[in-house]
């Protein structure tokens, strides 16, 4: 029998859908310095690791130096940071598991390693009504997922067992940081990953909507 008394939730890709917004941003920056643009599908594969990764991601491997990726990365900064709520959305069925789990008085809080400014910013216009203990986005000097140290936080300030924490994420670093931090990994996918990257990294259960998470309450 489960035992479960909270859920950390991934943010994008599986709370939000934010590919759009994200995937428009950085082809802006990618055509004001004269590189080549990606597909939005094709950003599904390098969101995920911080703003950084992204931007060395989809720079051409011959572009890819320090200086260039910093140029990019200000200006990723500044053209996310005044467009990120154009085109993002929750999922489809994601109001509706809050709710339900809220009534349930299941403890929710948010790991993402999107910078945590932009995170608490997104937080604040789509998820603010429900009653989340924890939001954290990456911060600087602490290591993003899939190191546990932020998980960790997470268990400190809900005060329930590891073993009774879902970690519900789109892709093998939400995995990988659920099972180190002794949490129980979900894959999500509704988002920007497949099964098989999820069960690579040590999914437990993959659910193909929102609402199957409560078969775990």
């Given amino acids: ?16 859908n934010t590919i759009d917004d994200l995937g428009n941003s950085m082809n802006s920056v990618l055509d004001s310095m004269g590189f080549p643009l990606h597909t939005i599908p094709e950003y599904k594969y390098v969101i995920g690791k911080g703003l950084r990764n992204l931007v060395t991601n989809v720079l051409p491997p011959e572009s890819r130096d320090e200086k260039t990726i910093e140029q990019c990365l200000d200006k990723m900064f500044q053209e996310y940071g005044s467009r990120w709520g154009e085109k993002t959305l929750p999922y489809p069925g994601i109001p509706e598991l809050l709710d339900k789990l809220a009534e349930k008085r299941i403890r929710l809080a948010i790991l993402s390693n ?4 932009i ?17 954290f986005g990456e911060r600087p000097g602490i290591p993003r997922k899939p190191d546990p140290s932020v998980a960790f936080e997470i268990i400190d300030i ?5 073993e009774n924490i879902v ?8 995995m990988e940081t659920a099972i180190k931090a002794g949490m129980y990994p979900v894959g999500a996918l509704w988002g920007f990953r497949n099964a098989e990257e999820l069960m690579e990294y040590g999914a437990k259960v993959m659910i193909q909507t929102p609402d199957e998470l409560l078969k775990l309450f």
Avoid: C, Q
């Fill in 114 to 117: 999107k910078a945590h400014h």
């Fill in 1 to 16: 029998m489960n035992n479960f008394k909270a859920v950390v939730f991934d943010l994008d890709g599986t709370l939000l």
């Fill in 167 to 174: 970690y519900l994420g789109d892709s093998g670093s939400d």
């Fill in 119 to 135: 995170t608490m910013l997104v937080f604040e216009k789509y998820l603010s009504r429900w009653p989340f203990d924890a939001v």
């Fill in 158 to 162: 809900l005060k329930i067992p590891a």
